[in-house]
């Protein structure tokens, strides 16, 4: 027995000892990882970010450095009082603030750094550099911030804001104090803009003191510059669609035909981008987000999904030919409205009787284009076999999903068939007189103006389109091959020109006479769109949101448009009005409608806007007065009357 | 038997091969532990693994002297030895040097001379000529007083030189104690001893006095026959709180703030987080940054020179007493394991040996040189990763310097000489 005491604590000590090491080791232990190795200082060098310039070389977005002052807690030696009160003013901050922050970093990791103090300006980091030594445990990380060289286009460029930690678990590239591209060019091209970080290891003593190079700096990497970029959009353009846009809410989108390049892209209410750049951003991006009721950073161009209302007969007359079902030359009798037995489904305005297809595009006639969608649905005995055709034809202009571009928001818009109908109705239930509202562009049929653009461009185009993009040019890199495959829609040719005479004589005779350029051939389809809001929980309508669709010229188009102004009214009214005068800026480079510019420059929304909030009871439509702007020279309401839908 | 197949060689080669392993594999980690950039001559004695280097080579010449002595010079010079060591203690107080602290150096131009090193064989071959004297008997209080002088002197001499370490080494002999005869009642009272500290500590005199009431009431009762008198419970009893109680009152007032912190955070009694915090700064910034060195090791280690922690000195005196942190960061678990598993394997082979001695003199010596080496092993290790408070006593054959390498080399090869003259005794 005594022989075997310290034998068996020998043995007993061996194998807590083995156990502890196992615990220590293996257990406990992740993969060697030198990111969180304490012992190695990582010291990050910011490439340059890529420049944005516009399709016509203009720049747009560049840099400016920025520093952050980055705080790793566990490393900070406590500051007398004067020193704490030098710093603070350094900094502009409060001791209170200092306390608070060391706190949140200290919260994050004790030994990870965090920003203390983001984005001073050049002249805070002057004064603080030849000090910092004094503060241990904080150091200035020099990053670089966007420098916009415009006020334009904020919803375009998007910005760029700091990484917070769901990102980092995801993209383990960034660290804390990082910035990435939050909206906008900044975020769906951030890759590329980006390029990447140089990293250097280094070799640290307990006193955190730098002792050389870690394994001779063989895992050293330097930054790798971010490619600048040229976008499709034209500034001039953009910049005139942002005037236009003012005071009213809505969104234009301008598409080049013939490459599917988008050259304005507005929305309205925007801001200036350089609200989001520096120390403001937070509070700035806060404040934009939160305006629920203005929501300017809602692209309106891109996210707003409404019934297109009339444009979209174009669509319906296209496929009523494809389908065989409609020759241009049928006419249908018009009685104010189109009647299913004794049974007004829809009304109409007051125009000629009967139309066939090209006066019934230039008038827009509401029973016209049931009687054509009606046939469409009803070609074949099974109602839900003939929207499914419909449906697909529909879709074959990019409408009811997504693009698939390179934009960093966009909404699929709706194109129902016939699944979408039984499900509402229960299975055969229905047909085609339940659902007349799709055969002018409202009931189920919704779009985004993005995608009115488009189908603007596949119909001046004749049958195809490029999907709209916003990258021209990559520096040393080509942009995707799919922007540069046209899509075709599933329309013969041959039946483009009678639609698009339709659409000439919308200019020439129908309901967008007024808004004729001189020299330029333009067609279009007016639109306006009843909508509702929800008022203390009572359904409210509200004045018709005036739409405009257009192409031009005629032949070879360079421009296709689509614009969408919130509660304009009818179409030409305000979305006509800006369409023709984008259009002619766009290929002329300057204004000859001086008058129609005036007009949209003088007249304000913004009243309509207050309606729903003010709590008393308001009327719409005809029965509305606009607003007009007294800076601009003209001091009476104007009872606007002049343009009929 | 394998002395027997190779007469030319009589010596152990198990516990050498297990010493070289040792001793080499411990020059690595100085190597790694002490360079500080390039590597420009493993003979630079201006750095520490240039020194540790002779100290290797001069420990062969050491053996070389040890083995050639006749084995019986040790038993006939122990007593000698002894005093010689005990005079080298005390003439610290003279010309003693003061490092860190403590006064537990001769210097000798720029070498410096540790004799707590040498006085550890020293004890260890007294205690053997004393136990091994045919008129010992362990048994006895008065014989069990005398070895108990024998520890004691160099144990006080080393503590009155502020070497708390290195004096509880000295707990060693208990073992030897044990093993040569030693009651069975000490063992209780030890291990009583223990737990009653520990529970007073953790826990409180009043809980301790509970817990012992309990259990002393538990043994009166269930013991029917010779239960004895309840007075003798209760006189148990008021040792053992009155122990518990003096234990609170030596740790409040008797010991130094920093060794009151280190206890205090092993058992941790602190529950104010910021004071923690405070002495986890103070106290446990080595062992915070041991473990993490050890941790970062993995399985398989950053590879031989490639520790970041060990390159960037993390760990304070990361070449001596925390040496095996190195080992942890550099080959991991499998070079831990391995450390581990050759110590524990050297002491079970040195015991081996011991019990197969026929003089008892052998077999004393024998038996110390395990428990030394077992203690330094399980203090130092345990201290290292945090499972014992720190207690600075260096890892035998591995620690950086002189003294310690040569001190632990004369203890093991006096044993492995006796060992070998094991066949032929005089």
């Not at chain 1, 009685?335 to 297809?357: A, F, K, N, Q």
């Not at chain 2, 234990?247 to 092993?266: A, D």
Request: proline share 4%; net charge positive.
């Amino acid at each position: 027995m005594r022989k075997l005491l310290l034998l068996t604590t020998v043995i007993l000590v061996g194998l807590v000892f083995i156990a502890r090491l196992f615990y220590l080791q293996v257990y406990n232990s992740s993969a060697y990882n030198i990111f969180e190795d304490t012992a190695i200082r990582k010291v990050y060098k910011y490439p340059k970010r890529g420049y944005v310039y516009d399709r016509n070389g203009k720049l747009l977005v560049a840099n400016q450095p920025s520093y952050d002052v980055m705080v790793i807690p566990r490393e900070v030696s406590p500051l007398d009082s004067l020193d704490l009160e030098e710093f603070c003013g350094l900094l502009k901050i409060t001791k209170e603030d200092y306390q608070n922050k060391l706190k949140k970093a200290r919260n994050y990791s004790p030994r990870l750094p965090s920003p203390f103090v983001p984005q001073l300006s050049k002249t805070d980091y002057a004064v603080l550099q030849e000090k910092m030594r004094k503060y241990e445990g904080f150091y200035i990380q020099k990053r670089s911030l966007r420098s916009y060289q415009t006020n334009i286009g904020a919803n375009v460029l998007g910005d760029l804001g700091e990484v917070n930690r769901r990102i980092i678990k995801r993209q383990p590239y960034y660290k804390l104090g990082d910035l990435i591209g939050k909206q906008g060019i900044e975020l769906s091209y951030e890759n590329v803009l980006r390029g990447v970080k140089g990293i250097k290891f280094i070799q640290k003593d307990r006193h955190n003191k730098d002792i050389g190079p870690y394994k001779d700096g063989i895992f050293d990497t330097l930054p790798k510059p971010g490619k600048d970029i040229t976008i499709t959009i034209d500034s001039e353009l953009q910049a005139y669609g942002e005037l236009l846009m003012k005071y009213k809410r809505g969104g234009i989108v301008a598409i080049d035909p013939q490459s599917g390049e988008i050259l304005a892209m507005v929305t309205g209410p925007s801001y200036n981008p350089n609200l989001l750049v520096g120390r403001e951003r937070n509070k700035n991006f806060s404040r934009l987000f939160r305006d629920t009721i203005n929501m300017p950073t809602f692209d309106r161009g891109l996210q707003a999904q409404y019934p297109p209302g009339s444009p979209f007969k174009v669509i319906n007359a296209l496929i009523g030919l494809q389908e065989e079902v409609v020759d241009i030359d049928d006419k249908f009798t018009c009685r104010m409205g189109y009647y299913y037995g004794s049974r007004r489904l829809t009304g109409c305005h007051h125009h000629r009787s009967p139309v066939d297809m090209n006066a019934g595009i230039a008038q827009s006639c509401n029973a016209y284009f049931v009687n054509v969608y009606r046939r469409i649905v009803d070609k074949y005995d099974d109602a839900g076999k003939g929207m499914n055709i419909w449906a697909d034809h529909a879709k074959s202009f990019g409408l009811g999903n997504y693009l698939n571009n390179d934009l960093s928001v966009g909404r699929k818009g709706r194109i129902p068939d016939g699944n979408y109908y039984d499900r509402q109705y229960g299975d055969n239930r229905w047909g085609s007189t339940y659902i007349v509202s799709n055969a002018i562009g409202q009931g189920e049929v919704e779009a985004t103006p993005i995608q009115l653009a488009n189908m603007a461009a596949a119909i001046g185009n004749r049958g195809y389109y490029y999907t709209p993009h916003i990258i021209k040019n990559i520096e040393g890199d080509t942009i995707p091959s799919k922007f540069k495959t046209p899509k075709y829609t599933t329309i013969d040719k041959r039946h483009f020109e009678p639609v698009i005479q339709g659409m000439f004589d919308v200019y020439n005779k129908g309901t967008a006479q007024s808004l004729r350029i001189p020299g330029i051939e333009i067609c279009g389809k007016t639109g306006t769109a009843e909508n509702f809001v929800k008022i203390d929980s009572v359904k409210t309508q509200l004045t018709d949101h005036s739409i405009f669709v257009a192409f031009a010229p005629k032949d070879n188009p360079k421009i296709a448009i689509a614009v969408f102004v919130e509660n304009g009214y009818w179409g030409s009214r305000f979305a006509g009005r800006m369409a023709s005068l984008m259009i002619e800026k766009y290929i002329k480079g300057h204004i000859t409608r001086t008058d129609l510019e005036q007009w949209i420059l003088t007249h304000s929304l913004e009243n309509e806007y207050k309606k729903p909030y003010s709590g008393e009871p308001f009327k719409i439509n005809g029965e509305t007065t606009l607003q007009v702007i007294p800076e601009y020279g003209i001091n009476s309401n104007s009872k606007d009357i002049n343009f009929k839908n | 038997m394998l002395r027997e197949n190779h007469r030319g060689f009589k010596f152990d080669w198990i516990t050498i091969v297990l010493f070289l392993l040792l001793v080499v594999f411990g020059y690595l980690n100085i190597l790694s532990a002490s360079h500080v950039g390039e590597i420009t001559s493993y003979f630079d004695t201006s750095q520490l693994y240039g020194k540790h280097l002779i100290f290797v080579g001069l420990t062969f010449v050491l053996i070389v002297l040890i083995l050639s002595v006749e084995a019986k010079f040790y038993e006939r010079f122990a007593s000698i030895i002894y005093l010689i060591a005990m005079l080298a203690l005390i003439g610290l107080f003279i010309f003693g040097k003061d490092v860190n602290g403590a006064r537990s150096w001769y210097g000798i131009g720029s070498m410096t001379i540790q004799p707590s090193e040498f006085a550890k064989f020293a004890t260890a071959l007294a205690i053997a000529k004393f136990i091994s004297d045919i008129e010992t008997n362990m048994k006895t209080v008065k014989d069990q007083l005398k070895v108990t002088a024998i520890i004691f002197i160099p144990a006080i001499l080393i503590l009155l030189q502020n070497d708390a370490g290195s004096t509880i080494v000295y707990l060693a002999f208990f073992f030897v104690f044990y093993r040569e005869g030693l009651q069975q009642v000490y063992l209780i009272i030890a291990l009583s001893l223990i737990v009653l500290a520990i529970l007073g500590l953790k826990f409180g005199v009043l809980i301790t006095a509970i817990i012992a009431t309990l259990l002393l009431a538990s043994v009166y009762f269930l013991r029917k026959k010779n239960r004895g008198s309840i007075f003798q419970y209760i006189i148990v009893l008021i040792v053992c709180t009155s122990f518990s109680y003096g234990v609170k009152l030596f740790y409040e007032h008797g010991l130094k703030p920093h060794q009151q912190n280190r206890i205090s955070l092993w058992l941790r009694l602190e529950k104010d987080p910021a004071k923690l915090e405070r002495m986890k700064k103070a106290e446990a910034y080595n062992l915070i940054q041991s473990e993490q060195a050890i941790s970062s090791g993995g399985v398989t280690g950053k590879g031989f020179l490639q520790g970041t922690r060990t390159t960037g000195k993390f760990v304070p005196e990361q070449h001596t007493d925390y040496i095996f942190s190195t080992v942890g960061e550099e080959w991991g678990f499998l070079g831990t394991s391995l450390v581990v598993l050759t110590f524990v394997l050297l002491i079970i082979r040195i015991l081996y040996l011991a019990e197969g001695q026929k003089s008892q003199f052998s077999r004393v010596y024998g038996y110390g040189v395990a428990s030394i080496l077992f203690v330094h092993f399980t203090i130092n290790i345990g201290m290292v990763m945090g499972l014992i408070p720190t207690v600075g006593i260096p890892l035998p054959f591995f620690s950086y310097g002189g003294s310690g390498l040569w001190g632990f080399t004369i203890l093991l090869f006096i044993f492995v000489k006796l060992d070998s003259n094991k066949i032929n005794e005089w």
